[in-house]
């Protein structure tokens, strides 16, 4: 029985909030604290058990403290953006409380996204007697529970990693991201990043592509990009070589990104406008629409997986692990997108291996570092299976 503080009310939020409602045997009371207290109370609304809901500034630490101080979690999962994941791991350690999120952090003024700011808390945490688990979503995540099984009960020596994320959905925009349009704009267009031998390799933006046929979706072009878990997969799975992360495009939306960017709205240093500083890619965010307003009408599949080759008592193998996820079935769910469904399960799910001491450790960890037994067993039991097979 444990209480768990959720900060952040968007998009993931939202998943999160209702997929913890549903197991009230390890989630007995839930806390939901956002900026907007309107977006909570929307989510609020859309659960049939008493949930309490607070208004919080997670940039500002003594008020995270203070909201901490009466809610009293024993969990705190954060929801908000990576640009508040240092001010709650302040917080989480003047209380006392261990932390979960989806992303690593970001500073505002820079779009560079890496694990050592917070992976510098270690030894902060390990004193204190707390825990952080970083980047439990799905790509980072659930990605990187099934290298870890891939570890554990598939290779003897991993050789290569190729993490693929396709949406194969259609929302019926032109053009709209499909969680923080903000951040996500900011991770595509930032160099690709690869690795090799030791050493990380970078390309130019969306310069890499191959075409991959996607179980229950069909053949579709993907992109080379940087993503965090190769970062952290990198330092915890021993011997790998290469490692590379791809995410599938459709043709419209990188038109339009190609012209927003040539046109400066992706631009994060502020412009004078009218004797006023705006951030262009701040002001795109409020045109675009909202990530949490596209579930109602996408359709098709999300399928994010690993493909891994490598050997198992001297032989090659070639293995592909992966979820299908259906945009319309998780909308009818809990009213999200696939993209949010696919963060937002299994935060909730490493939330339970916590608070149920399943995945205990003192100081600040990644998925991959705990057994990814019990974690994939829930992941069947609560709304994404996944699925195994050897190719040639
Ligand atoms: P949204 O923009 O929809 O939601 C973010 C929420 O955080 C909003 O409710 C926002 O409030 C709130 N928030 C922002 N700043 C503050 C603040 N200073 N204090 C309090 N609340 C704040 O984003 P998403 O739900 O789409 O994404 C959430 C996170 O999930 C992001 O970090 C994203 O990178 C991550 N993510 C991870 C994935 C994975 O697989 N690992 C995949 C997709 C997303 P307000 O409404 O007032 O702005």
Known sequence: MSRVLIIGAGGVGGVVAQKCAQVPEVFSEIVLASRTIEKCEKIKSRIDRTIDIATVNADD??????????????????????????SIMEACLATGVDYLDTANYEPRDEAKFCYGWQWDYHNRFRERGIMALLGCGFDPGVTNAFCARAQKHIFDDIEEIEIMDCNGGDHGHPFATNFNPEINIREVTAPGRYYEDGRWIEVDPLSVSKTFDFPGIGPRDMYLMYHEEMESLAKNIPGVRK?????????????HLRVLENVGMTRIDPVLYNGVEIVPLKFLKALLPEPASLGKSYEGKTCIGCLINGKRDGKARKYYIYNLCDHARAYEEVGAQAVHYTTGVPAMI?????????WRGKGVFNVEEFDPDPFMEKLNDYGLPWTEEFLE
């Open 350 to 358: 490493g939330a339970m291996m916590i608070l149920t001491g399943v």
């Open 61 to 86: 630490v003594n008020e995270l403290v203070d909201l901490i101080e009466v809610a009293s979690p024993d969990l705190i999962i954060n929801a908000a953006l990576p640009y508040q994941d240092l």
């Open 243 to 255: 490692m590379k992360f791809w995410m599938t495009f459709s043709g419209e939306y990188l038109t």
